[in-house]
């Protein structure tokens, strides 16, 4: 007769989170987070469940509660953010969001000229300097259409 048997259970791993919500086209090189869902994570044998980033290529990616913070790549690059629930032994498929950084333009120039100029005078006119949202950029500005003479540009 059989006196004792060992039976070993295999761990389940937890169910992936539902979503992931990232920004859509975030500033180049800047901070970043994305929401993690969890629509009620469960782990089939009552494990305690985290999340994880495991393949993520965007740089500086770290996971806090509920949210995944990161720097977005530079212009014209891509970075892919991945996040799984982890019960300490298995972790679920992982959710995926291919993030990419696009070229902003910079915002407006205000011109301010004098209201009643003499006639064949010299004038000057003065610009508030642009701001680029996209760090790093450097903006720089040029006559472009304008029909008076002798015009120079200083930023």
Request: glycine fraction near 6%; charge should be negative; aromatic fraction near 4%.
């Amino acid at each position: 007769p059989l006196a004792s048997a060992n039976i070993l259970g295999k761990n389940n791993p937890p169910n992936p989170p539902a979503a992931l919500n990232c920004p859509a086209n975030p500033l180049a090189l800047s901070n970043q987070t994305c929401s993690i869902v969890n629509a009620a994570v469960q782990d089939l044998d009552g494990d305690i469940v985290s999340y994880q980033s495991t393949g993520s290529t965007c740089s500086s990616v770290s996971i806090s509660g509920n949210t995944v913070n990161f720097v977005a790549p530079a212009k014209g690059a891509n970075c892919l953010i991945m996040v799984n629930a982890f019960d300490g032994t298995d972790k679920s498929a992982s959710l995926q969001s291919l993030i990419g950084a696009t070229d902003n333009a910079p915002g407006p120039l205000t011109l301010t000229c004098p209201a009643n100029p003499l006639a064949k005078s010299a004038q000057t006119c003065t610009f508030t300097k642009s701001i680029d949202p996209d760090l790093g950029d450097v903006v720089t500005y040029k006559n472009s259409g304008s029909t008076c003479t002798n015009i120079v540009t200083v930023p």
